[in-house]
C-alpha cells in the first residue's frame, strides 16, 4: 500500500466496485495513459465492444444514417446499434450525451 493511498478492502459490492473504477478511470492524464490503463483492464473484445459503442454513439448523434446504414458501415450489430440509440436519447443517465456534449464544448475553444 502507497504512503498517500487510501486502504482497499476487500468487496462484493457492486456500487462500492463502480465508483473505485470511477476514480481509476479518471486517473490518466493523457490517452496514452488511458490506451495503458484499458489494456491492462479489458480484455482485447472488451475494448473492441467499449470503443465500437461510443463510435455508434457518435454515429448517431452527428449523422443521418440509418441503424442499417451504421451496421453495414461498422459491423456493429443492429441490437447494439438500437441500444446505444436508446442510451443516448432516452434512458435517464445521459452518459453518452453529457460526455458528447463535454467533447464538443472542448474542441469548440
Known amino acids: 500500500m502507497g504512503v498517500d493511498q487510501p486502504a482497499v478492502s476487500p468487496s462484493r459490492d457492486l456500487s462500492v466496485l463502480t465508483d473505485e473504477l470511477c476514480g481509476a478511470l479518471l486517473a490518466p492524464a493523457n490517452r496514452t495513459e488511458m490506451r ?13 465492444t467499449l470503443a465500437e459503442r461510443w463510435h455508434v454513439a457518435r454515429l448517431l448523434d452527428s449523422t443521418d444514417l440509418s441503424y442499417r446504414n451504421i451496421h453495414d458501415a461498422t459491423g456493429v450489430s443492429t ?31
Open 36 to 48: 495503458r490503463l484499458l489494456l491492462d483492464l479489458c480484455t482485447p473484445a472488451e475494448i473492441r
Open 79 to 109: 441490437t447494439t446499434i438500437v441500444r446505444v440509440g436508446r442510451f443516448l436519447r432516452h434512458e435517464p443517465n445521459q452518459g453518452y450525451r453529457h460526455t458528447i456534449d463535454a467533447l464538443q464544448a472542448s474542441n469548440a475553444r
